[in-house]
């Protein structure tokens, strides 16, 4: 079964920052891998996936991502902070087939003026 | 049009109470699910649904039942409300290959 860690509760960064939000699974067969955003009081919306294919995704918002698999990795990553990207970040890796994702403990990224 | 639509969006009810929230897909995906948040934000599968038949069932109390009805319909129903059920529920439509798709969330407040 899959289990991630998300390393820091809590990132901040100023506005124009990199943001480097990091992601961590565990799973010897390689699984699907997703990165969801959570806006105060709203549902999970997908940032990024990985599926199969090139291991550098890019997704919503100017956010990407790297899978690397001999890090058991999939950090998320975006050149500069807007304000607008304050929220909560979730990794959510899952197997291939009918699995259910399985969250990380989520990243609340502050984005400082 | 709303790909996973849940209501209500917004429950408050005392405790001992019985209630019901619904949960509907328009993507054609067989699975579904039950996704419970918690007030730190953590997200824990309650339950599976696979073209409607129960396929996972985590360790939730027997007073949450859910209902899949067709396979494009995930209903919770929740007996005798409890403080600690408080909680934001979400529903999602997943398919084989693809990322899960989620409602809006129901936000559950048991006084």
């Known amino acids: 079964a899959q289990s991630v860690t998300q390393l820091g509760s809590h990132v901040s960064v100023s506005e124009g920052a990199l943001v480097l939000l990091r992601c961590n699974y565990s799973s010897s067969v390689p699984p699907y891998l997703f990165w969801y955003v959570q806006y105060p009081n709203q549902g999970l919306q997908l940032l990024l996936k990985y599926t199969t294919g090139a291991t550098l995704v890019k997704g919503i918002n100017g956010f990407e991502a790297e899978f690397k698999k001999s890090e058991t990795s999939f950090h998320l990553t975006k050149p500069s902070a807007h304000m607008s990207d304050a929220a909560e970040y979730f990794c959510?890796?899952?197997?291939?087939?009918?699995?259910?994702?399985?969250f990380g403990k989520g990243t609340r990224l502050s984005v400082i003026a | 049009d709303t790909a996973v639509s849940q209501t209500p969006k917004y429950l408050v009810t005392q405790m001992g109470n019985d209630k019901s929230i619904k949960c509907e897909q328009n993507?054609?995906?067989?699975?579904m699910y039950w996704y419970k948040q918690d007030s730190k934000k953590f997200l824990k599968i309650m339950f599976s649904y696979n073209n409607k038949e129960l396929i996972i069932n985590e360790t939730v109390p027997n007073r949450f039942s859910p209902k899949s009805p067709d396979k494009a319909h995930l209903n919770l129903h929740i007996n005798s409300l409890e403080l600690g059920d408080s909680a934001v529920y979400f529903c999602?439509?997943?398919?084989?290959?693809?990322?899960?798709?989620f409602g809006q969330g129901t936000r559950l407040t048991v006084v």
């Open positions: 999602a439509a997943q398919g084989l290959e693809t990322e899960a798709f």
């Open positions: 993507l054609g995906h067989d699975t």
């Open positions: 959510a890796p899952r197997n291939s087939g009918n699995t259910p994702l399985v």
